[in-house]
């Protein structure tokens, strides 16, 4: 399957524990998001890495969240102190970086801090 | 901050009819693409669009750029059970992906 690998799918924390959300991109993309999604809401853009770089983390808290995509091995976006509101599905999508080039997505990790 | 307000925002029709859902913003956008989600997957790239005023068809579903490049529209002929799902729009600037509200459609057999 060379398409975008997310894992776990799931994970259940306790409040105060810490989240870490792994995303292997398709073969040949560069180019990482990583957006979170309530339910019944659309997504909200929080993270936009390449290689070794973070572009632009807007769309991230600046506590508690931080987001990597190494030389080597998959992205990874953490979750530090997690709290009941971090609770959702979080999505990972990648990009061979070109104009106007389609997002693919993982099929998500489901959060559930309890 | 760019917003893209999607309607409506859910949608329950009987097979066979037909409907179109919008995608509006007060930014202009290099290019917008459509997506389709379905329940515990990621979603899925339908059409790009680019140009002011494109017109794009795939089967039953048009997709329309306004001319301005600030708002969509979305329509499907004849609906069918299998296009079920959650349509989300997309608007591009440089790199940034900007997702819509999100349009939940139910087509009932």
């Known amino acids: 399957n060379a398409g975008v690998m997310q894992n776990p799918r799931h994970l259940v924390r306790r409040r105060g524990q810490e989240a870490r959300l792994r995303c292997s991109p398709m073969?040949?993309?560069?180019?990482v998001y990583w957006y979170r999604q309530l339910p019944e809401e659309g997504l909200k853009f929080m993270v936009y890495?390449?290689?070794?770089?973070?572009?632009?983390e807007s769309g991230m808290p600046k506590e508690r969240f931080s987001a990597e995509f190494p030389k080597e091995g998959p992205s990874i976006l953490r979750i530090q102190q997690v709290v009941r509101g971090d609770s959702a599905a979080y999505f990972c999508?990648?990009?061979?970086?070109?104009?106007?080039?389609?997002?693919?997505f993982g099929n998500g990790t489901r959060l559930t801090v309890t | 901050t760019q917003l893209l307000e999607q309607s409506p925002q859910f949608l329950s029709i009987q097979e066979g009819e037909n409907l179109t859902v919008y995608c509006n913003s007060s930014?202009?956008?290099?290019?917008l693409q459509w997506y389709r989600q379905e329940p515990g997957e990621g979603p899925v790239l339908l059409v790009t669009?680019?140009?002011?005023?494109e017109v794009k068809k795939l089967k039953r579903l048009t997709f329309q750029f306004g001319d301005a490049r600030k708002d969509s529209s979305l329509h499907i002929t004849a609906a069918q059970p299998g296009d079920t799902g959650l349509y989300l729009c997309?608007?591009?600037?440089?790199?940034?992906?900007?997702f819509g509200t999100g349009t939940r459609l139910k087509v009932l057999a």
């Open positions: 669009v680019v140009t002011g005023g």
């Open positions: 999508a990648s990009s061979p970086g070109s104009d106007n080039s389609p997002l693919h």
């Open positions: 073969k040949g993309h560069s180019h």
């Open positions: 997309a608007g591009i600037e440089t790199y940034k992906y900007i």
């Open positions: 930014s202009v956008f290099s290019s």
């Open positions: 890495l390449q290689k070794e770089n973070i572009i632009d």
